[in-house]
Structures are given as C-alpha cells and as structure tokens.
C-alpha cells in the first residue's frame, strides 16, 4: 500500500514562499504522474502543477511563473516551490501520484497541507 506524506504549509505573509514536500511510501513499480491540487474552502479541488513521468511540467495559469513543481533525482520524491504568494493561493494542497504498486495502476493522493498567505 502507497502512502504519501505531505509537509511544509505554514501561514505566511502575501509576498512570502513556501516549499511544500510529498514523500511516498511503500512498493512502487513506475510512476506516470505527480502532482500537486489544492482546495480553498468553498471551492472545487483544483490541479496546480503536474510532473509526467517524462519530466513534462504543467501549471494552471494563475500560478505560472511563481510556483515550480520538482522532483529530487533518484527518488519519488516532489516539491512545489511558492513564490510570491498571494490570499488567493490560501487553500489545502494536496498530492496526487497516479503509479503503478502492488495493486496495480491507481491515483494515490495525501492527506492534505494547509496554506494560508494572509497579513
């Protein structure tokens, strides 16, 4: 069984960054996407930034050029740098990997980091 674990949220100033971390767990066989969504309250859950198994990134348009979806080489492991954050970014992130592990293919996601970019 995957687990992800997410870390890094915090409250921070509008302005300010933050490094948000997924580290997995458990047996994994290849990975066909990571990526980072987020929910504000009241909201749907949005994806922010994908990172296909091929290294392609994408981002929604209201975080390009400020946040920059990465992966530590070697490892299954991903980050979302947030620059210039912004009240608009306050919201839960969360983790999204779509694997292969010992049940076969299937999204896994982690249980969710909150961010609050306020004054």
């Keep these: 069984q995957v687990q992800l674990v997410e870390s890094g949220g915090d409250v921070v100033q509008p302005g300010g960054s933050l490094t948000l971390s997924c580290a997995p767990s458990g047996t994994?066989?290849?990975i066909y996407?990571?990526?980072w969504h987020r929910q504000a309250?009241?909201?749907q859950r949005e994806l922010v930034a994908?990172?296909?198994g091929d290294g392609k990134t994408?981002?929604?348009d209201s975080v390009k050029?400020?946040?920059t979806i990465s992966r530590r080489y070697g490892t299954a492991t991903i980050y979302l740098q947030m620059n210039n954050l912004?009240?608009?970014d306050t919201?839960?992130?969360y983790c999204m990997m779509r694997l292969v592990g010992t049940r076969g293919l299937d999204d896994y996601w982690g249980q969710g980091t909150q961010v609050t970019v306020s004054s």
């Design 41 to 43: 309250l009241g909201k």
């Design 33 to 35: 996407v990571m990526g």
């Design 86 to 88: 912004k009240p608009e």
């Design 50 to 52: 994908s990172l296909s």
């Design 65 to 67: 050029d400020r946040f």
């Design 58 to 60: 994408n981002y929604t």
């Design 91 to 93: 919201a839960v992130y």
């Design 28 to 30: 994994i066989f290849s």
